[in-house]
């Protein structure tokens, strides 16, 4: 993610756009909410000072640390159901509280969190030594070392492009390809590291390795894959009213957030025009706003809210056309 950019910021986890996200939810004191990407649990700590005795809230993560912390912080507080899955699960986890459960609030922070970013372990940092993994669950699937050492040429090419919109992607590729035939890279400051010594293009405040780790870990992880199926979930378990409120920190996610939104607050484009438009066709979403950002007092304080953009919409009611 754009995020990680702000490596230099190491340290206590910060909620990005906290006031803005709970306005944009616009919490219901006896409601039922879903922070779909707990991470470290800034955001779902202040939905639930919200909630009253009869409120509820369903916690999703897919990284079994931050779901031990959510686990030790919220298992003897009744409103809350914590669930180790993938934010595409979240339909099969609001089954389990409830069959066919629906939310007047859902909310997607999407990336890595700080903590995670500042393991070593992880593999996804490329200021600080690790092993070249960044799997969100660990030990499942490929790791970046697979790709890296394992992918061919072309396919690196079409990772760092696709995924990191790396405009020097080629060159970096083919380092990599000829680099790997003496020793495969197994740590993420030999990636790094070389990443630097090729690269030909540096931009203001972004470490050169940026694009290329960012594209290496939503490749390993299927983010934009999970992402899709996720934002899909969410609008049918929406309640009439409800928010569905979105943190991205890359334009890749970004993207398509805004163009998800923006397809479902317009009639089926079969109906254009015509002066009336079947139910099925209609809009379900309408747009809350235009994006929001962090303030400059928020990205001095916390640098790696810098790229963060906040989009929100709102369930329409069944029938009723935008």
């Known amino acids: 993610m ?52 009869n409120g509820r809230l369903l916690c999703l993560d897919r990284d079994p640390t931050a779901v031990a912390q959510a686990r030790a912080r919220f298992s003897s507080d009744s409103r809350v159901a914590i669930f180790l899955a993938p934010f595409s699960a979240l339909a099969v986890c609001a089954d389990q509280v409830q069959p066919g459960l629906t ?23 490329f200021m600080q030594d690790g092993p070249l993994d960044m799997r969100m669950t660990a030990g499942e699937g490929m790791s970046a070392a697979d790709v890296v050492n394992g992918a ?50 540096k931009e203001r405040h972004k470490h050169p390795a940026t694009r290329v780790f960012q594209a290496l870990r939503i490749y390993v992880n299927g983010e934009l894959k999970e992402l899709e199926s996720a934002l899909d979930s969410a609008l049918r378990r929406l309640a009439p009213r409800g928010r569905l409120a979105v943190i991205s920190f890359h334009s890749l996610e970004d993207r398509m957030v805004k163009q998800f939104m923006r397809r479902h607050s317009q009639p089926d484009p079969m109906y254009a025009g015509l002066p009336d438009i079947p139910e099925h066709a209609r809009p379900r979403l309408a747009l809350v706003g235009k994006s929001i950002e962090p303030s400059a007092d928020e990205s001095s304080r916390n640098p790696r809210s810098r790229s963060a953009r906040l989009r929100v919409a709102v369930r329409l009611e069944a029938g009723v056309a935008a």
């Open 103 to 125: 939310f007047d609030g859902i909310l997607f922070d999407l990336g890595v969190s700080s903590p995670q970013i500042d393991d070593p372990v992880r593999g996804f940092s």
């Open 152 to 201: 061919p040429l072309e396919e690196l090419i079409r990772i760092f492009r696709e995924f990191g919109e790396e405009r020097e992607a080629p060159r970096i590729a083919r380092a990599i390809v000829t680099d790997r035939q003496k020793k495969p890279f197994e740590r993420t400051l030999e990636l790094a590291d070389m990443i630097s010594r090729v690269a030909r293009s």
């Open 2 to 53: 754009e995020g990680i950019a702000g490596e230099e910021s190491a340290g206590v986890h910060t909620a990005v756009l906290l006031p803005q996200v709970l306005a944009a939810l616009n919490i219901q004191a006896s409601g039922t909410y879903m922070d779909a990407t707990f991470g470290r649990g800034g955001h779902a700590g202040a939905i639930l000072e919200k909630l009253i005795a």
